[in-house]
């Protein structure tokens, strides 16, 4: 077998699901990996391209699945004139997420439909850093009392004839959608999302036990972000949020920033949870990557003040996170091991949305990889389809 465009890189050791590797080498041939394993089992054959990142470890590329926009882009308003979906792919590599999902958020029908087949339009498009894999729709079909930063008047009862033209328009590419559980159809709503194979996913609700159990038994096996958008625990009445704790069919979006969720609130969700339902999640807007400052998401201004961003009202709109920081957080806030936390940003958003081809280092998987510093944490370099597209010591690849 030739041995042309085969790359072996040396680190500490690699954590993938379940499993941590010490003095460990990936080996890479074109876009996939071709073996994992430790250091010693590997030849130094001639014309090999190693790559020794002694001093960093390995994880699978992380993959992010709420996120609306960065480095001045926003999924939301894709179809104005300008906007360029490589500004959030380029940001988004230096700081290890090789796949994300662009979320866009309630508006009208004319601009969630214009957004939609504008960033199809992009994502078929060559791009320099991470790719993006699908389309996440959070709302328009949630909850009034829970709109959050989205504005009031753009959310909506469901109407099932809009939610066709969306999916129609969505070809195929559209893989989440936000619903509140509590509206009228919303049964419905959730067959016809999975007869197109796009997960519903509950939120921004005030849904009672019963509104829960019976979108859960019909199908609902995700929730937006845990304890956003939802009311709080209470000991005598039982909503999304206990629910979504209690049942393992359902998987938990967690919003690793630090403000939206207190620490010992995200390490009560991961000892309740089976370590495969958690998905760490950005919930970026614009401002991610950039300065403080007036940005926006969708129509609604939004004010970052050292790294939080909120409405003129004083509601949190979205962070500023990168997974990069949210894998530091989760390693610290909650008691799971390094290789579990590791999962949560990789093969457990993977395996959410049906991707089978990443999210783990292991042989026939796409080599997307993230390096970290073993010390500090921090994204050294970073592989997608076995290209580097973010070096820090390499100003020429730092896109």
């Known amino acids: 077998m030739s041995q042309e465009n085969r790359t072996l890189y040396i680190t500490d050791y690699c954590l993938t699901p379940g499993l941590k590797i010490p003095m460990s080498s990936i080996l890479v041939e074109g876009e996939k990996i071709l073996a994992i394993g430790g250091s010693s089992a590997f030849i130094m054959e001639p014309g090999l391209d190693v790559?020794?990142?002694?001093?960093?470890?390995?994880i699978p590329g992380m993959i992010d699945t709420h996120i609306h926009g960065a480095g001045g882009f926003d999924s939301?308003?894709?179809?104005?004139?300008?906007?360029?979906?490589?500004?959030?792919?380029?940001?988004?590599?230096?700081?290890g997420t090789t796949s994300f999902i662009p979320t866009i958020i309630s508006g009208?029908?004319?601009?969630?439909?214009?957004?939609?087949?504008?960033?199809?339009?992009?994502?078929?498009?060559?791009?320099?850093?991470?790719?993006?894999v699908g389309i996440h729709l959070e709302g328009p079909y949630l909850c009034k009392e829970k709109h959050g930063s989205q504005l009031e008047?753009?959310?909506?009862?469901?109407?099932?004839?809009?939610?066709?033209?969306?999916?129609?328009?969505g070809r195929r590419h559209i893989k989440i959608m936000t619903f509140a559980p509590e509206l009228e159809n919303s049964i419905r709503l959730i067959e016809l999302l999975r007869e197109n194979n796009i997960t519903p996913s509950?939120?921004?609700?005030?849904?009672?036990?019963?509104?829960?159990?019976?979108?859960?038994?019909?199908?609902?096996?995700?929730?937006?972000?845990?304890?956003?958008?939802?009311?709080?625990?209470?000991?005598?009445?039982?909503?999304?949020?206990?629910?979504?704790?209690?049942?393992?069919?359902?998987?938990?979006?967690?919003?690793?920033d630090g403000t939206h969720l207190h620490p010992t609130m995200v390490d009560l969700s991961c000892k309740a949870k089976p370590k495969d339902r958690i998905i760490g999640v950005s919930d970026a807007i614009q401002a991610a990557g950039l300065h403080d400052g007036t940005y926006h998401i969708g129509d609604t201004s939004v004010e970052v003040r050292n790294g939080k961003a909120t409405t003129s009202e004083g509601v949190l709109a979205g962070t500023t996170l990168m997974l990069e920081r949210g894998l530091r957080h989760l390693m610290s806030f909650s008691h799971m091991e390094s290789t579990d936390s590791a999962a949560c940003m990789t093969i457990n958003p993977a395996k959410s949305i049906g991707l089978t081809d990443r999210g783990e280092l292991s042989p026939g998987k796409l080599a997307d990889i993230s390096f970290c510093g073993t010390k500090t944490n921090n994204i050294r370099m970073v592989v997608s389809k076995g290209r580097i597209i973010f070096d820090s010591k390499n100003t020429s690849t730092d896109v």
């Open 153 to 169: 008047h753009d959310i909506r009862p469901i109407d099932l004839g809009e939610a066709r033209e969306m999916i129609s328009e």
């Open 108 to 132: 009208s029908r004319e601009n969630m439909i214009a957004a939609i087949s504008s960033l199809i339009k992009m994502m078929n498009k060559p791009y320099d850093g991470a790719e993006p």
């Open 202 to 256: 509950m939120g921004h609700s005030m849904a009672d036990e019963n509104s829960v159990n019976r979108a859960v038994d019909a199908g609902a096996h995700r929730v937006t972000h845990i304890f956003n958008g939802m009311p709080p625990l209470h000991q005598r009445a039982v909503g999304l949020t206990a629910i979504a704790l209690t049942d393992d069919r359902i998987s938990i979006e967690i919003i690793l």
């Open 76 to 95: 939301s308003l894709a179809f104005e004139q300008g906007a360029d979906i490589g500004k959030m792919s380029r940001t988004l590599a230096r700081h």
């Open 51 to 58: 790559v020794n990142l002694e001093g960093n470890y390995a």
